[in-house]
């Protein structure tokens, strides 16, 4: 018998971290096409930050309560849905609800557990290695033989970015804002092909990325930058891409108004793409998991890259987890888990 309430993450207006607190709100009810999952680990996301302080809400039809990625037991599913089991270990992205005991995820976006995995494994897969196939390979085209500078390389995406991208036979380099994060994304880099992957951090803090990108370069630049920073990274981005790089946009971390020199596009007939998965239809939400469950999730299982976990962290002190991820220390996934 499923509770009628749960326990969640709730937000007591918006603001800084000191608007969360836990409550207790009804068990939702799945659609047609959703499981109810019993969650077991959840993950935070930097989303959450801006969506704490009013400046993200979820999607019409989305849960409220924040949390954008799951693993956890089926409990129940809608009327169209076939092939699950109570009790059946999933994981996946969900739009919201993650921060609670129960949530649901669309049935077709379910991915079973892989054997061996823990939740915690799981959880800290969805949003990092789907963001990253679509920015570097969808939008990005990264292929073997080329060039890419990762920003904000000791991050969830960036992690992940790093290792799929050395996976792939592209040299690597990445930014980040200390010495010990950028020992870690090189070693993490490097072990992907057994310790001799071609990845080179800088600390943006330190360097200008620009000249040292271009330096490590011979000048020639990159072929993609994958950029969290927005406004503040603008010109210099587009500095360090070689004729025809690709620019892709993933957050705006350091503003959205910027200056572009529209001479340096044409010339060297740049793109800029944005992305973003949350308000995506449905479909596209489920050709993404499609696509990273095809190229990255057998990987994944045979353990040629990894999710990186920096800690695990009980719902209940998900207000903690927020600050620590804020004061940027972090290095790979903040979990929060239900169990605690
Ligand atoms: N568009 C999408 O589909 C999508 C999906 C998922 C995530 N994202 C975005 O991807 C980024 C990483 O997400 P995450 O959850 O992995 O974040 P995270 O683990 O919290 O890492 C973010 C890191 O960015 C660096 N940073 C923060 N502010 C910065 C600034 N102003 N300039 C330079 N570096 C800065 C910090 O590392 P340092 O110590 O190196 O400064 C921080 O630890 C976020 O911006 C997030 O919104 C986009």
Known sequence: MVAQDMKAVVLNGTGGPEVLGMGRVPVPEP?????????????????????????YAPPPGDSEILGLELAGDVV???????????????????????????????????MPIPDGWSYQDAAAVTEVYFTCNETLFVLGGLDAGQSVLIHAGGSGV???????????????????????KISRAEALGA???????????????????????????????????????????LARNLAVLKTAGRLILAALMGGALGEIDLGLVLRKRLQIKGSVMRSRPLADKRAITERFRRRWLPLLIEGRIKPVIDCAIPLEQAREAHEYMEANRNFGKILLTMDG
């Open 31 to 55: 659609g047609a096409e959703q499981l109810l999952v019993r969650v077991k680990a959840s993950a935070l996301n930097r989303a959450d930050t801006l969506q704490r302080q009013g400046l």
């Open 76 to 110: 129940s599913w809608g009327s169209e849905v076939t092939g699950f089991a109570e009790g059946g270990r999933v994981f996946g992205l969900v739009g919201g609800g993650g921060y609670a005991e129960y949530a649901l995820l669309d049935a077709q976006m379910a």
């Open 158 to 180: 960036g992690t992940a970015g790093i290792q799929m991208a050395v996976q792939a036979g592209a040299t690597v380099y990445f930014t980040a804002g200390s010495a010990e």
């Open 191 to 233: 072990q992907v092909l057994g310790g001799s992957a071609p990845v080179t951090g800088m600390n943006y803090k330190e360097q200008d990325f620009q000249a040292e990108v271009l330096r490590l370069t011979s000048g020639e630049g990159v072929d993609v930058v994958l950029d969290f920073i927005g406004a503040d990274y």
